[in-house]
C-alpha cells in the first residue's frame, strides 16, 4: 500500500493551554444517540433526581454502550432531538442543582480479566474518543481462538489542525494513559504496545517517553506530521509494515487501535469508576477570542462553549464539531455536546485574496491527478465522484468506495473545488442503502 498524504498547517495553536474547566451549566441535554451504535432508550423520567455519573439510558443493541448524566440535579423532560448528522433522537434534559454529587453507587471496578475488563467497559459508556465513537468493549471483545493480537497501537498522531486534547491528554494525565495501556496489554495479553505521536508535539513525546521508560514493551514512535497519519489504516501501516485490506478487521492483521484518550479514560476509570461523562475540548477559530482546550460536561450546548472562549458567535459563518478535515457543519449552535466531540471551531466568512477560489467558487475537473496523488488510500476520488453524479453502483464498488476514510485530503487539494469528499460520503450512502 502506498501512503500518501497532505502537508497542512497545523494551526495547533492551544498546544500550550493547560486544560480549563467549564463552569457547571444551568441545563444539559444529553442525547441517547453518544456512540456508533443504537440510540438508547431513556432510563428516567421527569422528576427524576440523577447523580454526576448515573446511568440515564441503555440499550440492548450489540453496537451501544449507556449514558450517563454528566450532572446532578433533575429530569425536566425526555425530547427528540435532532443530530448533527441529521437523524432523531431521543434526549434526556437535566437541570443541574450546581452541586454536583457523584453517584454514591459509584466505585472502582472489579477488573481481573478480559471478560471483566470488556463488561466493566461497557458499564463505563466508554467509546472511541478519536471521533468515531466505535463502542470499546466491543472492540477488545475479540475472540481469542480465532484472532491473535499481538500489537496494541496507540492513536496519538491527532493530525488534524487545531485539535490538542490528545497533546494535552499525553502531557496533563500522562500517568492514566500509562495505566490503560498497560491495563489493557495485561487482561488481553498483548505482547507490545506502540504509541504513534506526531512530531510536532515535542512536550508530549518526552513526557509518554519518560511514562512508558518503565515498560520494556510500550514503546513511543515519532510520525512525520502528514494528514491523515492517525487514520487507522495508515498508522498501522506505518508502524508495523501491516496491510489491513478491505472488509477486514485490524485484529485480523493481529493489531487493535485505540485513541489515546481511550486509555487515558480507562486508565483513570479502573481507579475510580466514574464513567465517560466529560470531554476535553479544543474551542478555536478566527472568531474565538480566547483559544483553549476546556473539559466540557457532555450535554452542554455548542454555544456556551464558545460563549467560554470569548467567541464572537453573531459573526460565526461556520461552526465545526471536530477538525476542519473530517468534522461536521452544524446548523444549529445549541446542539449538546457528544461524548464524541473533542473540538469546537468558529469561522467568520472568508475574505477572498486576490485570484484565490473559495469553496463556493467551483469549477470543472480539470483532470490535474492531484486527488489522486494524495488520497491515501490509492482511491480515485475524480472517478468516483463521476461515477457517483451518474448514479452508477457498479461502478463505484469497482472503484472501491467502501475504502474511503472520509479524510478529505483530495477535496483539499482539488484547484477546481470539486466537493469530493463529500460526494464519497454521499456515494456509501447509496451503496448502503
Ligand atoms: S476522502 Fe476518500 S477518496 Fe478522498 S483522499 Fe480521503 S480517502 Fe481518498
Ligand atoms: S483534483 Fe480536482 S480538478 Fe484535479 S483531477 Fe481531481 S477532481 Fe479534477
Keep these: 500500500m502506498k501512503i500518501n498524504g497532505v502537508k497542512l498547517r497545523h494551526n495547533k495553536n ?8 467549564l463552569p457547571v451549566p444551568e441545563k444539559v441535554v444529553i442525547s441517547m444517540g453518544q456512540s456508533m451504535g ?12 440523577v447523580y454526576v455519573g448515573t446511568k440515564i439510558g441503555d440499550s440492548d443493541h450489540i453496537m451501544s454502550c449507556p449514558v450517563h448524566s454528566s450532572v446532578s440535579g433533575t429530569v425536566t423532560g425526555i425530547t427528540e432531538r435532532l443530530r448533527a448528522n441529521g437523524s432523531v433522537c431521543k434526549a434526556v434534559e437535566i437541570e443541574s442543582d450546581g452541586r454536583q454529587e457523584l453517584d ?7 477488573i481481573h480479566d478480559k471478560k471483566s475488563l470488556c463488561e466493566a467497559l461497557r458499564e463505563s459508556g466508554c467509546c472511541g474518543l478519536g471521533g ?3 463502542p470499546t468493549h466491543l472492540k477488545l471483545n475479540y475472540n481469542e481462538e480465532s484472532t491473535s493480537v499481538d500489537t496494541l497501537i496507540i492513536n496519538a498522531a491527532e493530525c488534524e489542525p487545531y485539535i490538542t486534547g490528545d497533546d494535552r491528554e499525553m502531557i496533563e494525565n500522562g500517568d492514566d494513559v500509562i495505566d490503560g495501556i ?4 495485561d487482561m488481553l495479553h498483548i505482547e507490545k504496545a506502540y504509541i504513534g505521536i506526531e512530531d510536532n508535539k515535542p512536550q508530549a513525546i518526552r513526557n509518554m517517553m519518560e511514562k512508558a521508560a518503565q515498560y520494556d514493551n510500550i514503546n513511543v514512535r515519532t510520525l512525520r506530521s502528514s494528514y491523515p497519519q492517525g487514520a487507522e489504516k495508515v498508522l498501522i501501516y506505518n508502524l508495523t509494515g501491516r496491510t489491513v485490506a478491505e472488509g477486514e478487521l485490524p485484529s ?20 475510580t469508576g466514574i464513567p465517560l461523562i466529560n470531554r476535553r475540548v479544543t474551542v478555536d477559530g478566527d472568531v474565538v477570542s480566547t483559544p483553549c482546550n476546556v473539559k466540557v460536561p ?17 459573526n460565526a459563518q461556520k461552526i465545526i464539531c471536530g477538525g476542519p478535515m473530517m468534522g461536521i457543519c452544524i446548523y444549529d449552535r445549541d446542539l449538546p455536546l457528544l461524548k464524541t466531540n473533542n473540538c469546537v471551531l468558529a469561522f467568520k466568512k472568508p475574505e477572498k485574496k486576490k485570484n484565490e477560489l473559495l469553496e463556493s467558487d467551483q469549477t470543472a475537473c480539470i483532470r490535474c491527478g492531484r486527488c489522486i496523488k494524495v488520497c491515501p488510500m490509492g482511491l480515485m476520488p475524480t472517478y468516483l465522484e463521476k461515477a457517483y ?45
Design 14 to 21: 492551544t498546544a500550550g493551554c493547560e486544560t480549563l474547566e
Design 38 to 49: 443504537k440510540a438508547c432508550g431513556p432510563l428516567v423520567k421527569k422528576g427524576d433526581h
Design 104 to 110: 454514591p453507587e459509584i466505585k472502582p471496578p472489579d
Design 132 to 134: 468515531a465513537g466505535f
Design 182 to 185: 498497560a491495563l489493557v496489554m
Design 252 to 271: 485480523s492483521q493481529g493489531v487493535i487501535v485505540m485513541n489515546v484518550s481511550t486509555v487515558g479514560f480507562i486508565g483513570a476509570y479502573a481507579k
Design 298 to 314: 457532555v450535554g452542554t450546548a455548542i454555544s456556551k462553549i464558545l460563549k467560554f472562549a470569548d467567541a464572537d458567535i453573531e
Design 389 to 433: 453524479d451518474s448514479g452508477n453502483k457498479k461502478r463505484l464498488e469497482r472503484l472501491k468506495v467502501g475504502l474511503c476514510i472520509n479524510c478529505g485530503s483530495c477535496s483539499y487539494v482539488c484547484p477546481a473545488k470539486r466537493p469530493l469528499a463529500e460526494k464519497h460520503q454521499l456515494a456509501k450512502e447509496l451503496l448502503r442503502r
